[in-house]
């Protein structure tokens, strides 16, 4: 079972769903998922929770090894992410992975893991059909879900129900092609996942790159979506940087305040490029021979 200091990792990686909105991080939560339900209209996404139903305006997935990962969210920023430890159909502990929905502009939400007692059984959820054929994943689930930020105590727990994902478009990271390299202060950071997906920062657009270790420390680059190829530094001005970085360290947000980004290639779907930087703060980092070949 994933350890509840270690989520908030895995929540940096999946980049579509959970990028935190505070002052000392760069990501938003701002989601940018209009190329997914166009194209499978079938596509559905619902919860009942508070005394009403809430659906999904936009959804998508991403099968990733052994994780699966889905979020559905609405244009105001409100969206429910799972993260799944899991490859094939079946019922999997709410408890064991990460269920969560996070409200419009919070950087906190209400997750599947009780804080003060992590074997709590709080839900499932239930993978019942991925179509290979039509790239679709669907299921249930419900869960009850506790406030995350714990030094917040008065926050009553919500409970989801009637929880419902059918048809869901996904893309299966292995058919992209995608690779990732770099090192953290001369030691290679091996990646297990590579997640990409188009976000926005201080209300720009940007390709987000991430990847993530076996311990469930990432990297994440970040390039305007409007950039062509060449070099761009790093300066730490969230407001104005044109390309950006961040290294989570056991938990530790790191955010880069000195390096660059080199857009080698570029086309409509995929980008390539290298990078290198430092962080700031207390502990600080060396992110070199950075390189990265995507799809996004």
Do not use: H
């Not at 996404?45 to 998508?60: E, L, N, R």
């Not at 030094?151 to 292995?174: A, H, M, R």
């Amino acid at each position: 079972m994933k350890n509840i200091k270690n989520i908030r990792s895995l929540l940096l990686v999946f980049a579509t769903i959970f990028f935190a909105s505070c002052d000392n991080e760069p990501l938003d939560p701002a989601l940018n998922l209009d190329d997914f339900n166009n194209n499978n209209p079938t596509a559905v996404f619902k919860a009942d929770f508070s005394g009403s139903t809430w659906t999904a305006t936009q959804s998508t997935a991403v099968v990733s090894g052994n994780l699966i990962q889905i979020v559905g969210a609405k244009s105001n920023g409100e969206s429910f992410g799972f993260l799944i430890n899991a490859s094939n159909v079946g019922t999997y502990p709410a408890n064991e992975n990460l269920l969560a929905f996070t409200p419009a502009g919070s950087e906190f939400g209400y997750w599947s893991v009780n804080p003060d007692n992590e074997t709590e059984n709080t839900g499932s959820i239930t993978i019942t059909e991925i179509n290979t054929a039509n790239k679709t994943i669907s299921g249930t689930f419900s869960f009850k879900g506790y406030w995350s930020d714990m030094d917040q105590t008065s926050i009553l727990p919500v409970q989801f129900t009637n929880g419902v994902f059918n048809n869901i478009p996904y893309v299966d990271q292995s058919e992209t092609g995608d690779s990732f390299y770099a090192k953290v202060d001369g030691t290679e950071f091996v990646d297990v996942d590579i997640l990409t997906a188009e976000i926005q920062i201080e209300s720009q657009d940007f390709i987000s790159i991430a990847a993530q270790d076996a311990n469930l420390n990432a990297i994440t680059v970040s390039v305007r979506s409007n950039l062509s190829t060449g070099t761009y530094n790093i300066t730490g001005n969230v407001g104005t940087d044109l390309v950006q970085a961040i290294y989570d360290f056991d938990n530790q947000d790191n955010l880069a305040t000195s390096g660059s980004v080199t857009i080698t290639s570029k086309t409509a779907d995929r980008i390539k490029g290298t990078f290198s930087f430092a962080t700031g703060g207390s502990t600080t980092y060396n992110v070199t021979q950075g390189t990265f070949d995507v799809a996004y």
